[in-house]
């Protein structure tokens, strides 16, 4: 079992930046960790994601170039750093955790946290 806490969500101006945090517990080793967003109305997506070692990302190209995620495993802990924050990346954040980053990129997880909301508005 791999428990999934995301924080670090908020209300922010366009241009400006906010960074979740996601604590990952129990039998970690091993698992990437991917970020992914829902905005009002629309399907879930995936926003970046991570192997275990670091070595390999994925980013969604609506971020690539703004979000940068990194991890650091001795904390257990999955970080997403969003720069340059339009409206159009309001929605709720959560992480999630599969042994297989190509799972993850498809949209699916083994574990799935709870969510924290971001909302871009002047």
């Known amino acids: 079992q791999v428990q999934l806490v995301a924080s670090g969500g908020g209300l922010v101006q366009p241009g400006g930046s906010l960074r979740l945090s996601c604590a990952a517990s129990?039998?970690?080793?091993?698992?990437?960790i991917g970020w992914f967003r829902r905005a009002p109305g629309k399907e879930r997506q995936i926003v970046a994601a991570?192997?275990?070692?670091?070595?390999?990302?994925y980013y969604a190209d609506s971020v690539n170039g703004r979000f940068t995620i990194s991890r650091d495993n001795t904390n257990n802990t999955v970080w997403l750093q969003m720069n340059s924050l339009q409206p159009e990346d309001t929605a709720i954040y959560s992480c999630?955790?599969?042994?297989?980053?190509?799972?993850?990129?498809?949209?699916?997880?083994?574990?799935w946290g709870q969510g924290t909301q971001v909302t871009i508005s002047s």
């Open positions: 999630a955790a599969d042994f297989r980053l190509n799972a993850l990129v498809a949209g699916t997880a083994e574990y």
């Open positions: 129990g039998r970690t080793l091993g698992y990437a």
């Open positions: 991570i192997t275990w070692s670091g070595g390999s990302t």
